[in-house]
């Protein structure tokens, strides 16, 4: 099949010759962009491993909102979504274009969303510290979907399995966050590999729903005593729940790399794929 070469045209029916993964990346420290290390080039190695998207639909934690929104492709510009880092790290450039297609693909599949586009966000940092070590080039278009804090949590689950047709159509699904995320107790002295007991359980625990296919149990671990400290807040978990949401019977998962920094920072990245 020929594709027209405006990469924000791709036909309805387009089909890619494989299957893209659905993927949740640990994003970390956003200084991650700036000092490569094992897991970083963990995400580039990965990104080998699999034919090139035509797009990404990329769900941050740090686009955290009340409605479920999606970027347009008139809106790509960085956003530093952070402060009191060095003032390379507000330098770096990922010059990507947005997917007009895959906006309007998105509003279809989500019409019971009510999901709306919007102009005043652009691509955070839990997607392009990610995407500059995965794709350096910036030559695949990128939209973002809002997290909406409103929804209950399973319905994140539900907007996973609605979107899951698109790695049918050349789309790459990243999540973008951490399993553990605690940054009240977080301790960056402490550096990689570290870890607070809590930390560890819940990663772990976390990694055997997903190997046993429990999804329902995600929600669950939330609940207990290691789930409270390892998510204090929704936001870096629930983009985990998109990927999750569609992934296929069939995938195999992948761990795309583990670890942990500054004690409290989970740093597993894993793939549905096939």
Same mark, same amino acid.
């Given at each position: 099949?020929?594709?027209?070469?405006?990469?924000?045209?791709?036909?309805?029916?387009?089909?890619?010759?494989?299957?893209?993964? @659905?993927m949740?990346?640990? /994003?970390?420290?956003?200084?991650?962009?700036?000092?490569?290390?094992?897991? %970083?080039?963990?995400?580039?190695? +990965? @990104?080998?491993?699999?034919?090139k998207?035509?797009a990404?639909?990329?769900?941050?934690? /740090?686009?955290? *909102?009340?409605?479920?929104?999606?970027?347009?492709?008139t809106?790509? !510009?960085?956003?530093?979504?952070? +402060?009191?880092?060095?003032q390379e790290? =507000?330098?770096?450039?990922?010059p $990507?274009?947005?997917?007009?297609?895959? !906006?309007?693909?998105?509003?279809?599949?989500?019409?019971? =969303?009510? $999901?709306?586009?919007?102009?005043s966000w652009?691509?955070?940092?839990?997607?392009?510290? $990610?995407?500059?070590?995965m =794709?350096? *080039?910036?030559?695949?278009?990128?939209?973002q979907?809002? $997290?909406?804090?409103?929804?209950?949590?399973?319905?994140?689950l *539900?907007i996973?399995?609605?979107?899951?047709?698109? &790695?049918?159509?050349?789309?790459?699904?990243?999540?973008?966050?951490n399993?553990? /995320?605690?940054? &009240?107790?977080?301790?960056?002295?402490?550096?990689?590999?570290?870890? +607070?007991?809590? %930390?560890?359980?819940?990663?772990?625990?976390?990694?055997?729903i997903l190997?046993? &296919?429990?999804f329902s149990?995600?929600?669950?671990?939330?609940?207990? *005593? !290691?789930?409270?400290?390892?998510?204090? %807040?929704?936001? /870096?978990y629930?983009?985990l729940? =998109?990927?999750?949401? @569609?992934?296929?019977p069939?995938?195999?998962l992948?761990?795309?790399?583990?670890? +942990?920094? @500054?004690?409290?920072?989970?740093?597993?990245?894993?793939?549905?794929?096939?």
């Amino acid at each position: 099949m020929t594709l027209n070469n405006n990469q924000n045209s791709i036909p309805e029916n387009a089909r890619s010759l494989n299957l893209m993964p @659905a993927m949740f990346i640990g /994003h970390g420290n956003p200084m991650f962009v700036l000092n490569p290390n094992r897991w %970083t080039e963990s995400w580039q190695e +990965y @990104a080998l491993s699999f034919e090139k998207p035509k797009a990404i639909l990329s769900i941050s934690a /740090h686009w955290f *909102k009340k409605q479920s929104m999606i970027t347009v492709s008139t809106s790509s !510009e960085l956003i530093y979504d952070f +402060y009191g880092f060095p003032q390379e790290l =507000y330098e770096v450039k990922y010059p $990507v274009s947005g997917s007009a297609w895959l !906006e309007d693909r998105l509003q279809e599949l989500l019409k019971n =969303y009510n $999901v709306s586009k919007t102009d005043s966000w652009g691509i955070d940092h839990g997607t392009w510290t $990610v995407l500059k070590h995965m =794709y350096p *080039k910036a030559d695949i278009p990128v939209t973002q979907l809002s $997290v909406n804090y409103t929804l209950d949590i399973d319905q994140h689950l *539900k907007i996973g399995n609605l979107l899951k047709v698109l &790695r049918n159509e050349g789309v790459l699904i990243l999540g973008s966050g951490n399993i553990v /995320h605690n940054l &009240r107790q977080a301790s960056f002295d402490l550096g990689f590999d570290s870890p +607070y007991d809590y %930390t560890v359980t819940f990663d772990e625990s976390v990694s055997n729903i997903l190997l046993d &296919r429990n999804f329902s149990a995600l929600t669950e671990v939330l609940s207990l *005593k !290691e789930g409270k400290l390892s998510v204090p %807040t929704l936001d /870096h978990y629930l983009p985990l729940l =998109y990927v999750v949401g @569609a992934s296929e019977p069939e995938d195999e998962l992948t761990t795309i790399c583990k670890g +942990y920094d @500054a004690g409290s920072l989970s740093m597993r990245s894993v793939s549905f794929s096939r």
